[in-house]
């Protein structure tokens, strides 16, 4: 498929969009989850947005037929079951979405939610930029992401600025942190970086179902979403009588709503969409800006001043993230050139030329 640059620009405004929705969570749920238990926490959350994406795919591209439900729908009168059994994936399609959401809800998000237990969200913030590490290994593994100097360069920039974000939010921070290894310290490091790795694993697993079974991303987003929260809801109901629902007020109310909607639903559905029409690992350097938004928003609302080297490390932080959109946008414009050779149409390039160059 050939992505156009508008396209390609869109996309990346969604995504800084979506990363800002989720730096705002941050904030926000922090009221709600003094009172729910994360595993309902996510189990809710979960809920809101699979409801919310599932609402989308009705009124945006509910005319979505699996290719081989439309076979069977040919073979017979058309009626409302098989209508409705057009939308329904088959065994194969539904393991690999059902793997793609239980990596993605009960294990991500668990894991996310558990680690805090051990660790802050400064040590946390610490280890998000491992996404891009693990998303590009996959990414690679799978046959998803071409190989680039100058995309990879990028990404070095990009976590180097996002780290160097967080040990400068550390030096500002008023409380002094216990910089010892400790067994708290070890187990939510670990639990951190399995974090990271769900989510990395999920994402390929949604690009490679876009790719290799035609699926869209709304469809992807939808199905493996349900699947998840079925898995995290199931969970949450084992241990109901960890949280005590009374004491919820509506602040606790419009936290979770906000978590479930705007940084749930709308981020991960952009991300299933970037993955689809860029790659993984563009998608996943956007998750280095966080850092960039956690500043922004401690301005705003507590009126800390960024200083010089913060500014450096956004600065950092934006050249890298630059740097991987532009490798990408290079490698869609060779494979357009290509495509075009192939149908005959001729070129400032030669074929060998643009044969030879591995977009």
Known sequence: MVVTVKQQLTTHFLLLVANFAYSCAYVIAKTPLKVIHPLHYTSIR????????????????FNFSFEYRKQ??????????????????????????????????????NLNSAGLVFVDGVVAGAIQPSVVVFTAII????????????????????????TCMVMIKINQSDSVLELEISRDSIIGTCLFLGNCLCYSIAMNINRY??????????????????????????????????????KCDLYCVLGVFYHGSVASAFPY????????LLSPVVMSIYITTIPIFSVIIDYVLYERMISISSILAISTIIAGVFLVGYSKHQESKGKEQIIMLDMG???????????????
């Open 46 to 61: 979960s809920l809101i947005s699979t409801i919310l994406m599932l609402l989308f795919w009705i009124v945006r591209d």
């Open 72 to 109: 069977e729908q040919n073979k017979e009168r058309q009626s409302w079951v098989s209508w409705t059994m057009g939308k329904i994936p088959n065994s194969r399609d539904a393991l690999l979405l059902g793997l793609s959401g239980f990596f993605l809800i009960p294990l991500n998000q």
């Open 139 to 162: 990414s690679i593994i799978l046959g998803n992401e071409a190989k680039s100097g100058l995309k990879f360069f990028g990404m070095l920039l990009s976590v180097v600025g996002a």
């Open 269 to 276: 559905m952009i991300n299933v969409f970037a993955v689809g």
């Open 209 to 246: 179902l876009q790719d290799h079974h035609n699926m869209s991303s709304t469809v992807v987003s939808v199905w493996s979403s349900i699947f998840g929260c079925l898995f995290s809801c199931v969970l949450s109901l084992m241990f109901y009588s960890l949280t005590d629902f009374t």
């Open 345 to 359: 149409q001729p070129q400032s390039y030669s074929t060998d030329v643009l044969r030879r160059r591995k977009y």
